[in-house]
């Protein structure tokens, strides 16, 4: 993996596309110390609240009144009122009982190992099936879980693999994205039928639609839901559209008591060091604004965004409504178009092996609440001299 993607690597990088350092100005381009001015077309930050005066403000304000970065003691022992103020906003507005992480990647590091032994599905250790699309964060787990459990890789999103398992299987665990970062989401509605049906537990990382998606910003997969089913997990990093640091579990009826095993047992959610008090005061001012008219601003801004894109540049994401559009360009070109794109003031990023799958490079796209249609039109058509 190494060779291939190095080489890749070291392309982008002699040719000015990674290692980039650049200041963001106040109108959100971001500007080099020799000068060159640019539009970011690969940041997560989909709704633009990363900058927001009042997330900046309220990590400020959060400082002043706890008076700490972070008291350094495990949470089990004792801490501050910060992070149980923050996790009850977080559980009314995502209406589930939310225990907060330092990031998703920590929060499945602590989660599936606990899962795989067997504790949450009623002492039996479940199958662990893993979607052959699921996220590096979870994927690093599989020896991990192998070590408890049996491993399974099934196709990206083949229910029928799954149910075949919970025919065969005591009990089963499903681990995916919710959103998957190049397009695309699991067939919820299919998934809580088999969990309905067989008791399937459902993993679930949901981090690329939160905040985008759900009348408060819960996210795709939490949209869908009526209540969180206690054999379901949803992880979901704050640090993309929620536009802050830190991450949300949410979890069914049983949260608080799981919630005390995985702060007692479940890894870096144990020995590590939880949300600062910076992270949870920009979170507790990002949560503020999910319950105000802004958000369904900022999430309509951003549909209008990607309906631009869609009908200038089509992509096999045209119309799923999610932020992310792969550009597909073959390997040998697509640094180039990268470099072509940032020349005239746009970054997106060069995506390769081992980022995507072998042979199937392409340019990432990701639209912004904040990107003037203007920017869309002029890097749609710059992007279709490349494919044309
Ligand atoms: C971005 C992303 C992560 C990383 O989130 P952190 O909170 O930074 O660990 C994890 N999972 C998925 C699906 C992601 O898209």
Redesign the pocket.
Known sequence: MIEIGNAFWNETEQNGLAGIVADLRPDGRLITASGHEFVNFSC?SYLDLDSHPKIIDGAIEALKRFGVLDHCISRIRLQLPALLELEASLSSLFRARVISAI????A?AGILPILASGYLTGGVRPTMVFDKNC?F?MNLYKPVCGDESLVVTCPNNDVNFIEDLCKSHQRVAYVT?GTY?MGGHVPIKDLLALQQRYGLFLYL?D??SLSIVGEHGEGYVRSEMDEVDPNTIIVA????AFGTS??AIMFGPDGPEVGKILERFGGPLAWSQPMNTAAIGASLASAQIHRTPELAQRQRRLQENIELFDRLVVTEQAGNKFPIKLVTIDDSRVVQCGKTLYENGFYVSPVFFPIVARDSAGLRVMLRAGNTSEEIKRLCELIREFVS
């Not at 990031?103 to 920590?106: G, L, Q």
């Not at 990093?237 to 993309?240: A, V």
Request: hydrophobic letters at 20%; proline letters at 0%; charged letters at 15%.
């Open positions: 997560c990031s998703a990647s920590a499945t996220h964060s994205d970062s990382d981090s690329h990093t704050l640090n993309k830190g991450a």
